[in-house]
């Protein structure tokens, strides 16, 4: 079993950065890898960006690409996304999600386990 725990989650202004983290539980953690999904009010959950075990490889949705960073530090199992040039449109909950393997995949039924979630509000 893998628990997740989101923070850093908060209100900022359109522009502004904001650093999420996601601590990991279990002794896979650097197995697997990890994703950011996110759900804006009224809307389906999305990917927003994932990496793999080892941190070698990234891959990020459109509309965050450029301007979010997704990385980890196996040592304290710990992914982070680094968001920054936030826009309203970012506003959501933010989720962590694990899976065991190396691929990079953006479907939400993929990933087994998920944290509960941390909020970002962006104001314009």
């Known amino acids: 079993q893998v628990q997740l725990v989101e923070s850093g989650g908060g209100l900022v202004q359109a522009g502004d950065s904001l650093r999420l983290s996601c601590a990991a539980s279990g002794s896979t953690f650097s197995s697997s890898a990890m994703g950011w999904f996110r759900q804006a009010p009224g809307k389906e959950r999305e990917f927003v960006a994932a990496?793999?075990?080892?941190?070698?490889?990234?891959y990020y949705a459109t509309s965050v690409k450029g301007r979010f960073t997704i990385s980890r530090d196996n040592a304290k199992n710990t992914v982070y996304l680094q968001m920054n040039s936030l826009k309203p449109d970012d506003t959501a909950i933010y989720h962590c999600a694990a899976r065991p393997g190396a691929l990079l995949l953006t479907n939400i039924g993929t990933y087994p386990y998920w944290g509960q979630g941390t909020l970002v509000t962006v104001s314009s």
């Open positions: 990496i793999t075990g080892s941190g070698a490889r990234t």
